[in-house]
């Protein structure tokens, strides 16, 4: 089993465990070791199992990090930061609101961090949320864990030499979503605009879509070039070839569905057609099957 499949395999439920349990879990239990990786001069991207990747810019003007993963992982995150020379966190970007991109939320806001995403993520950390697909209920977040500097389409923020835009990808994995390009570096987050070789999780009861799935990764491909790194929100690293790829694969099964779709077949009549067998053998097994992965996305096409 792949590890994020630990935390974010929808077959929980048929075993008695949600999202919600795996998360309490993690909660519980000694959060996976982070692991540190360069990407650039002073810029890393930080992997632990079952949740989303960070990444840090560090420099003499303060350290920035996109996303903070579950609640837990807040101590180990700064140590990991502490380790090649970080601080605590002077500003934090949430690709999202999801918990295990935004729990350590509170974390990092209690010591000071500023922290930064689009409105509707503040919106949803506020109220609380649930997430049907994996029975999962979130309460409303503390104000501690509530962003402070919000927007509707974009921002940027100029910090150690280097710019970076805060671009708002709307409608794909949620409403939500933020896309983060380090200029200077030639470096992306995608957050969960992409997941990096398997099916991603579309979050349609929050905004998102395929066809925005899709249309972020466009965006994505656009802003990089062959040289660009680019830190998915769940995967390894990848290039922009890697991009055109699954942005390749994703239109595929968008063209697939919505044809069977539009020919009047049921979600049920759909996942018995099999029309994603050939994708699921290279990104099956993971987080979705094929089967599921189009009982994710049905409602959103």
Request: hydrophobic share 45%; charged share 15%.
């Given at each position: 089993?792949?590890?994020?499949?630990?935390?974010?395999?929808?077959?929980?439920?048929?075993?008695?465990?949600?999202?919600?349990?795996?998360?309490?879990?993690?909660?519980?239990?000694?959060?996976?070791?982070?692991?540190?990786?360069?990407?650039a001069?002073?810029?890393?991207?930080?992997?632990?199992?079952?949740?989303?990747n960070?990444?840090?810019?560090?420099?003499?003007e303060?350290?920035?990090?996109?996303?903070?993963?579950?609640?837990?992982?807040?101590?180990?995150?700064?140590?990991?930061?502490?380790?090649?020379?970080?601080?605590?966190?002077?500003?934090?970007?949430?690709?999202?609101?999801?918990?295990?991109?935004?729990?350590?939320?509170?974390?990092?806001?209690?010591?000071?961090?500023?922290?930064?995403a689009?409105?509707?993520v503040?919106?949803?950390?506020?109220?609380?949320?649930?997430l049907?697909?994996?029975?999962m209920?979130?309460?409303?977040?503390?104000?501690?864990a509530?962003?402070?500097?919000?927007?509707r389409?974009?921002?940027?923020?100029?910090?150690n030499?280097?710019?970076?835009?805060?671009?708002?990808?709307?409608?794909?994995h949620?409403?939500?979503?933020?896309?983060?390009?380090?200029?200077?570096?030639?470096?992306?987050?995608?957050?969960?605009?992409m997941?990096?070789?398997?099916?991603?999780f579309?979050?349609?009861?929050h905004?998102?879509?395929?066809?925005?799935?899709?249309?972020?990764?466009?965006?994505?491909?656009?802003?990089?070039?062959k040289?660009?790194?680019?830190?998915?929100?769940?995967?390894?690293?990848?290039?922009?070839?890697?991009?055109l790829?699954t942005?390749?694969?994703?239109?595929?099964?968008?063209?697939?569905?919505?044809?069977?779709?539009?020919?009047?077949?049921?979600?049920?009549?759909?996942?018995?057609?099999?029309?994603?067998?050939?994708?699921?053998?290279?990104?099956?097994?993971?987080?979705?099957?094929?089967e599921?992965?189009?009982?994710?996305?049905?409602?959103?096409?």
């Open positions: 089993m792949h590890p994020i499949q630990k935390i974010l395999h929808p077959l929980t439920l048929a075993v008695g465990l949600t999202l919600a349990t795996l998360a309490a879990a993690h909660e519980a239990d000694k959060p996976p070791a982070i692991t540190v990786s360069q990407v001069d002073n810029l890393y991207m930080l992997t632990s199992p079952n949740s989303g960070v990444a840090a810019l560090l420099g003499a303060g350290t920035f990090i996109v996303d903070d993963k579950f609640a837990a992982d807040g101590p180990a995150l700064l140590a990991a930061l502490k380790s090649v020379g970080g601080a605590l966190p002077k500003y934090l970007l949430n690709t999202h609101y999801h918990a295990d991109h935004a729990g350590g939320n509170a974390f990092f806001g209690e010591r000071g961090t500023l922290i930064m689009h409105d509707r503040r919106e949803r950390l506020a109220a609380g949320y649930t049907p697909a994996f029975g209920e979130v309460a409303p977040a503390a104000a501690a509530l962003p402070r500097i919000t927007y389409q974009g921002s940027t923020l100029h910090l030499g280097e710019t970076l835009r805060f671009i708002h990808a709307p409608a794909a949620t409403d939500t979503d933020s896309i983060v390009h380090f200029v200077r570096a030639n470096v992306i987050h995608t957050g969960d605009a997941f990096n070789g398997f099916f991603p579309i979050d349609t009861a905004g998102g879509t395929l066809s925005g799935a899709i249309e972020a990764l466009t965006i994505i491909a656009d802003l990089a070039d040289h660009t790194r680019i830190i998915p929100g769940h995967g390894p690293l990848a290039d922009r070839a890697t991009v790829k942005k390749r694969t994703l239109k595929l099964a968008h063209e697939r569905l919505t044809a069977l779709k539009k020919a009047g077949k049921t979600l049920k009549q759909t996942q018995a057609a099999a029309p994603l067998a050939d994708i699921e053998k290279d990104w099956g097994g993971v987080m979705f099957s094929a599921q992965w189009i009982g994710v996305v049905w409602d959103g096409l």
